[in-house]
């Protein structure tokens, strides 16, 4: 029997799940730590009523931080609308009165799931008829799209990481086997030995999301160069998703790095005023050839290109170059890209982009990369070693990463509180604070070095630092580890 609703004029109706989205409601606002029962992909999305959106997300703001949450918490933080003849306060207290258990939590949540998904392929089949209505048809960009769309709805559809016992042990047979090897189906090999230490692997492994926190100045671009190029020469595609910086800077960079040709010479030189010598511009160029001829992409991204856009950018740059090695996504940065929604606080937003930048990871068995700058706030400790505090969305941003490594260049915060300082007396406590904080726990120089850390760690002692040797004029770190004697390699 066809059980869709139909409105007065026949036309068929699109069945919704507004008792489930209030009985969860109900359910959180009775017993808090509920919320915590939610499956990882269930999202504030998914509420067809906009109050209950703001609801949830207001529930999960305060859940993330530490506090409880009640219709008396929760009333400042959401409009002052009245549903029926209940203003906000009563129509909580009713929710919270009408709860019925909370072993249903997950049917509801499937329930409210599935009506989100009816809606956006509805929404979908829209957009597709107008495309095909469009003047001029832009299919690769506008099916593309659509097609990452779809995938988003399948994936919300699907339980967490659901499989079968032998799907599962298959999983881990392969793990242990080839996948933690060397091997190129196991990932992305890691630059810098001191890398692999602080995160506890030579490789950036598939399907995992990864973070690098560093401030501007600090060479987060120049160590993201040594890790693309290092990607490369081992035969993997990747794929850069810039909002600031070209392909020819790019390509610089990773020039300077390899030839020792520093990139400002690469870059100002002119016939006007030569620069370069006829056998260094010939070996840019033979380098810039080999790097164009790999698996190698740079997209210039838009101030109004959002996660999805970046999504589907990346969808088809691995589904032309895939080789059979582990793709890497870089993105650069976190910050700059347009959210979907831009009512949410920061934090949220921040980690609704992690979570579909984790979930493209997943669909692609990809590695993705996204760099994040620093918040201003860190600057001004004392003692400016980047926190979970400094991301972009600060705390709540960390959720979705499996891994956030930092960069972190003393030296140059040293640098910045000198030039603001009163006296040769408030220079000296400067320069005493950083050498207490950072040369001495570590015994390394604090001139000419940077810190390799990590502020989240799922398999790893996240404690762990390393410090590298930075080479200003050619924008690269080098490791501070001695090279073999000739006598040991031989």
């Avoid at 990773?254 to 056998?279: C, D, F, T």
């Amino acid at each position: 029997m066809n059980t869709q609703h139909r409105d007065i004029h026949g036309a068929p109706v699109l069945p919704d799940a507004l008792e489930a989205e209030q009985a969860l409601l109900g359910a959180f606002l009775m017993k808090n730590d509920s919320i915590d029962a939610i499956p990882s992909t269930f999202e504030a999305r998914h509420f067809e009523e906009r109050l209950h959106c703001l609801m949830f997300e207001a529930m999960q703001q305060l859940r993330a931080s530490g506090k409880t949450f009640s219709p008396i918490t929760l009333k400042g933080m959401l409009p002052n609308e009245r549903v029926g003849d209940l203003n906000i306060s009563q129509y909580m207290a009713r929710l919270m009165g009408n709860a019925v258990g909370f072993l249903s939590i997950p049917d509801w949540c499937a329930a409210i799931t599935a009506a989100a998904a009816r809606r956006e392929i509805h929404s979908l089949a829209d957009d597709l008829r107008q495309i095909a209505f469009e003047e001029e048809l832009r299919i690769p960009d506008d099916i593309a799209a659509l097609r990452q769309r779809l995938a988003e709805v399948t994936q919300s559809l699907m339980a967490d990481d659901a499989m079968d016992a032998d799907q599962a042990a298959d999983e881990y047979l392969s793990a242990i086997t080839g996948g933690s090897g060397q091997g190129n189906a196991g990932g992305v090999p890691v630059c810098l030995p001191e890398l692999q230490t602080v995160l506890s692997d030579g490789l950036f492994r598939p399907q995992r999301l990864y973070g690098l926190l560093s401030s501007s100045g600090e060479g987060k671009t120049s160590l993201t160069m040594q890790v693309v190029y290092t990607a490369l020469m081992a035969g993997h595609p990747v794929q850069i998703l810039s909002y600031d910086q070209t392909r020819t800077e790019f390509v610089a960079q990773m020039a300077a790095q390899v030839l020792g040709i520093e990139m400002r010479r690469q870059l100002e030189n002119s016939a006007e005023h030569p620069l370069l010598n006829q056998r260094e511009i010939d070996e840019c160029y033979a380098f810039s050839r080999k790097i164009f001829s790999l698996p190698f992409d740079v997209i210039d991204c838009k101030s109004e290109d959002t996660v999805s856009k970046l999504a589907a950018y990346a969808t088809r740059f691995c589904k032309v170059k895939r080789n059979g090695k582990t793709p890497l996504i870089v993105i650069d940065h976190i910050g700059v890209i347009k959210p979907e929604d831009p009512r949410p606080d920061e934090g949220t937003k921040a980690k609704a982009i992690g979570q579909r930048l984790k979930s493209l990871a997943k669909e692609l068995h990809a590695v993705v990369l996204i760099l994040q700058q620093r918040s201003g706030s860190g600057m001004k400790r004392s003692n400016p070693r980047p926190i979970a505090a400094d991301l972009f969305g600060g705390e709540a941003a960390r959720q979705p990463f499996d891994a956030i490594f930092y960069l972190y260049r003393a030296e140059a915060h040293m640098d910045n509180q000198l030039d603001t300082a009163e006296d040769d007396r408030e220079s000296e406590k400067i320069r005493a604070r950083f050498h207490q904080t950072y040369s001495k726990p570590f015994d390394v120089p604090i001139e000419g070095t940077g810190e390799l850390g990590c502020i989240k760690l799922r398999f790893g002692d996240k404690r762990v630092k390393r410090h590298v040797n930075f080479d200003a004029m050619f924008t690269k770190y080098v490791s501070r580890r001695p090279k073999p004697s000739q006598e040991r390699m031989l």
